[in-house]
């Protein structure tokens, strides 16, 4: 049924053909009822009768040399590499060798310039995630400093030194997570971890920051342990907790951040939730939230945001299958509730 569609839908095509075929069998119809009526009838059927089966005969052939060429095309475009390019010519006409020769110049060219900035993205991003590894040694060495010597600097110079060391070493993790996140092979360490324990370490990360935005922090957790990646289970809490810090209301004089569990009444799974009392996220940006480079219209808080947090919060979450809830209220606050 396709090929008698095929064909069809060929004789549609050159029509015009057929037309003109039909108008000079009329025409030599004419020239034959003149000369000799009696034979008219007769001759006059063949004639039209061959017209017919000559043009079918044409259009079988036309549609299979054509579906040929569109094959060769196909295989060629998907391929193509010096061999495909040459069965392609050989299916065609002169002319359309020429064509399809221009364009096998055409794709090459654009190839190779695709393997060249390839090339050059993947060793900028060899460079980048180099960096990440070896900033970490004076990271490192910046904060055994600010531990053992902090009695020798003052209160106010530590803060500075030891929030711009945070932001330092959170931007430093964020590289290495979407290096992680784009590698082939996944060096996932799937373990038994207490929920108590990471939300613990990430609470610690951020102590100073909590302490400075003068936030009130309730932790009624659950000793429940659940099978994950630690590093990234944290990670996915400490885009959370920051957010909270960010986005705080300015006419709250005591911001929140309350941290409870309970299970889940469908499936009995372990809710972790995170709820504070901040800026919250408008109804309309809720949607896109985890959505790379979004940061949304919260103000001026916003402004030096590169909507980088969240988006990989949500890959490592959809990687490691835990579930991400957002409930917000703009100016009111949010609720993040991760099922796992």
Known sequence: MEKIRNIWERCMDYKIWLGLLLISDAIFGL????????????LAGLILLFS??????????????????????TEYLNRPDKEQEEEAISALSARERREIRLAA???????????????????????????????????ALMTLLLDNRKGEIEPDIHKRLEYARNQMQGYVDRILIYARLKA???????????????????????????HEAGFRVTADVADAKVYTD???????????????????????????????????????????????????IREGDLPFIFDKGFSGDAGGQR???????????????????????VQSSYKKGTRFTLAL
């Open 52 to 73: 017919v089966l000559l043009f079918g005969a044409a259009a079988v052939w036309t549609c299979r040399r054509e579906s040929r060429c569109e094959d060769a095309v």
């Open 303 to 325: 402004k030096k945001s590169s909507g980088m947090g969240l988006y990989l919060a949500g890959q490592l979450a959809d990687e490691l299958k835990i579930g991400i809830d």
């Open 105 to 139: 110049e055409l794709l090459r060219g654009k190839e190779e310039r695709l393997q060249e900035q390839a090339g050059h993205l993947e060793g900028y991003e060899e460079f980048i995630e180099s960096w990440a590894h070896e900033i970490k040694t004076p990271l």
């Open 184 to 210: 082939v092979h996944k060096d996932y360490l799937l373990e038994e971890v207490s929920v108590a324990e990471c939300i613990g370490e990430v609470l610690s990360e951020y102590e100073m920051l909590l």
């Open 230 to 280: 630690r590093k990234s289970f944290c990670f996915i809490l400490s885009q959370i907790v920051s957010n909270s810090i960010k986005y705080t209301r300015r006419d709250v004089t005591c911001p929140e951040l309350v941290i409870t569990t309970r299970k889940s009444a469908a499936d009995k799974k372990l809710l972790l939730i995170l709820e504070d009392n901040g800026a919250g």
């Open 31 to 42: 020239f034959l009822w003149l000369a000799d009526i009696r034979a008219f009838w007769e």
